[in-house]
């Protein structure tokens, strides 16, 4: 039998509350229903009362009621998220689930983005469609969403439908997964890539686990190479084999694009001082919808990826910057760092006489890595190009010695 967290506004989500928790309650599991409300009438009756949650986040009910409504869900999330925080550690809870419209929708995300990666996390809420970008809720970690479809305003065969679904996820996860990511005494080494590098990135990762190493790998399009680089942080990851650094593109120009949100790429490996193999795949490009397109974009040139996104190329001079961020960040690093340049090419379609082949750009980048890197920093240039299969077998032999 677990026990779920219930976690919604009790002023206004009395229906939807009773059916949760009949819902739950029925499946053989156990109910703690958390309540959020900033509102001054209460109908439903919960285990953990707003006065309660907010003491432990430390101001008092009176305080939050005197508030304006933003600075009062600004409070009440601090508080949720503490209260997370404090029923984690207690084992009090074995999987949460948030409920609501946008108020609910922001203040569960907060609190839920504080529990591990593999705590059984849902909200079933009402922005969870549309055209709207969901970064700003999940962030970078495994909570599951799904779309109530109609609002939360009494129940009715939709809702009741979608609400059940949630519930039901929720606990097929408490009951058959769960599992809370452990790699205490195991090493890792991370690898970064999408489409147009992903044959060199994975044929180097299947030569390291050939000869023992563990990799994990992190796809660069934002959320990627963000989730890597907190890891590193917290110290998950042994070494890096960062090789599809095209998240910086979308950095470079404002956090545009497909790929945007992994901002300061490079700086966790270089701060926490792990080995790291480092190549600037795939800063040639951006990858943008329509919506995203530059105002010299048809200068630029662009091919379809798919019927969604381009892939439109930088200028040289972009390129150029880029890479200097890049010598710059890298001469932070406190670890063993390489960092190799394939002389033929960024990524796929790179090859003479083909749309991103870029030949004197990369001459140029040569000359700012082997200008700008500090000595203790080595730089290899091959005569490759990234999809080269030799290319991948040098990465592969080249983390291998820095992890000597």
Not at 18 to 38: H, M, P, R, Y
Not at 114 to 128: D, E, N, V, W
Request: glycine content about 8%; hydrophobic content about 40%.
């Amino acid at each position: 039998m677990a026990l779920i967290a219930l976690v919604a506004c009790c002023d206004t989500k009395y229906h939807e509350l009773c059916f949760a928790k009949q819902k739950i309650l029925e499946s053989g599991n156990q109910v703690l229903v958390i309540d959020i409300a900033t509102g001054p009438d209460i109908r439903f009756k919960a285990d953990i009362t707003r006065e309660t949650v907010l003491e432990i986040g430390g101001p008092t009910w009176e305080q939050v009621h005197n508030m304006a409504k933003s600075d009062a869900i600004s409070a009440m999330t601090e508080s949720i998220s503490a209260t997370m925080d404090k029923l984690y550690a207690e084992k009090k809870m074995d999987g949460v689930l948030g409920m609501g419209g946008l108020q609910n929708t922001v203040v569960c995300s907060a609190a839920f983005c504080r529990l591990p990666y593999g705590f059984p996390k849902m909200i079933c809420s009402t922005i969870a469609s549309g055209y709207r970008y969901f970064d700003t809720v999940v962030g970078d970690k495994d909570i599951a969403v799904m779309p109530s479809i109609v609002d939360f305003a009494g129940m009715n065969p939709i809702n009741e439908v979608t609400l059940s679904n949630a519930i039901g996820a929720l606990i097929g996860m408490v009951q058959y997964g769960g599992h809370l990511i452990d790699m205490r005494g195991e090493k890792y080494i991370a690898t970064t890539l999408m489409g147009i590098t992903n044959d060199t990135v994975v044929r180097a990762a299947d030569l390291l686990a050939d000869r023992g190493f563990k990799t994990i790998s992190f796809h660069s399009t934002g959320i990627g190479g963000r989730v890597m680089e907190r890891l590193i942080e917290d110290h998950a990851i042994s070494a890096v084999m960062d090789l599809t650094l095209h998240e910086m593109t979308a950095e470079y120009l404002g956090n545009i694009g497909y790929s945007r949100g992994a901002q300061n790429r490079l700086c966790a490996a270089a701060k926490v001082g792990i080995p790291a193999l480092i190549c600037p795949g795939g800063i040639d490009f951006a990858c943008l919808s329509r919506e995203d397109f530059l105002p010299d974009e048809e200068e630029r040139g662009y091919v379809w990826h798919n019927k969604d996104l381009t892939h439109t190329r930088m200028h040289e001079h972009e390129i150029l910057n880029i890479t200097q961020t890049i010598v710059d960040r890298l001469n932070r690093s406190t670890g063993k760092t390489e960092v190799i340049l394939p002389m033929g090419g960024l990524r796929t379609m790179s090859g003479p006489g083909e749309f991103f082949h870029k030949p004197e750009t990369i001459r140029k980048m040569k000359e700012i890595f082997e200008c700008g890197l500090k000595p203790e920093i080595i730089f290899k240039a091959v005569d490759l190009n990234f999809c080269d299969p030799e290319f991948a077998d040098i990465c592969a032999d080249e983390m291998i010695k820095l992890l000597s």
